[in-house]
């Protein structure tokens, strides 16, 4: 089983619609968690950190489910230039343990 | 947020020769850097951990005498691609971290031919 494992897509959403990835880890020990937004051919850019309460940032609403091993990114009111490919980042402990997902490409459709 | 950079962005070149990226974190220093390897439509693979004035830390699998690494400045990380061959064509990335955030540099989209 892979250490973080994502849906690749892609979602092909039209403006406006509400869309939602799951993201699923494999090491229980896993401390910390983030999405990333990584459009094609640039690096990866923070989206949104993934606390253990869940959190919102705009229309962005992130959260962490322990007991099943997921976090799970919402997004309301989808816009053109949301399209991109989000990758769910696991810290699984240590400065150096983060591990990407291979992402799930959102297309946003007029 | 801070700022990470490389050069080149994009680089060309033969079978057999040598490959320098430059990264570097412009308003801030760090320790620590890391270097990605991104095949298409894969996830970022870690590849070596750059510890300023130290010896990198090199993943599984990744050649250390292959990927050189020289972390001589707080500012200053360098990957050498020694020798390349066509599969190691890919999109290179590097990364520091500071308090929990990771920042990333552009990335560098080496093609050997």
């Known amino acids: 089983r892979k250490e973080v494992e994502q849906d690749p897509g892609p979602f092909n959403v039209p403006e406006g619609a509400t869309v939602a990835f799951n993201c699923t880890y494999s090491?229980?020990?896993?401390?910390?968690f983030f999405w990333y937004r990584q459009d094609c051919r640039k690096e990866p850019k923070l989206l949104m950190s993934?606390?253990?309460s869940g959190n919102e940032d705009g229309r962005f609403t992130a959260q962490l489910n322990r007991a099943s091993q997921y976090i799970s990114l919402l997004i309301r009111d989808s816009k053109l230039s949301d399209s991109a490919t989000y990758l769910c980042?696991?810290?699984?402990?240590?400065?150096?343990?983060?591990?990407f997902g291979t992402g799930t490409k959102l297309q946003v459709i007029p | 947020g801070a700022v990470v950079s490389q050069h080149p962005s994009r680089v060309i070149c033969k079978s057999g020769t040598s490959v320098k990226i430059e990264c570097r974190s412009l308003?801030?220093?760090?320790?620590?850097m890391f270097w990605y390897r991104q095949f298409p439509k894969q996830s970022l693979m870690l590849m070596a951990t750059s510890n300023e004035g130290s010896k990198a830390t090199y993943e599984q699998g990744v050649e250390k005498d292959k990927f050189l690494i020289n972390h001589a400045s707080l500012t200053l990380s360098t990957l050498t691609v020694t020798s390349a061959h066509p599969e190691d064509s890919s999109f290179y990335i590097c990364?520091?971290?500071?308090?929990?955030?990771?920042?990333f540099g552009p990335g560098t989209r080496l093609t050997v031919l």
């Open positions: 090491n229980s020990a896993s401390q910390s």
């Open positions: 993934v606390y253990s």
């Open positions: 980042v696991v810290n699984s402990g240590g400065y150096q343990k983060v591990t």
């Open positions: 990364s520091a971290r500071t308090d929990n955030e990771q920042f």
């Open positions: 308003d801030f220093q760090a320790t620590t």
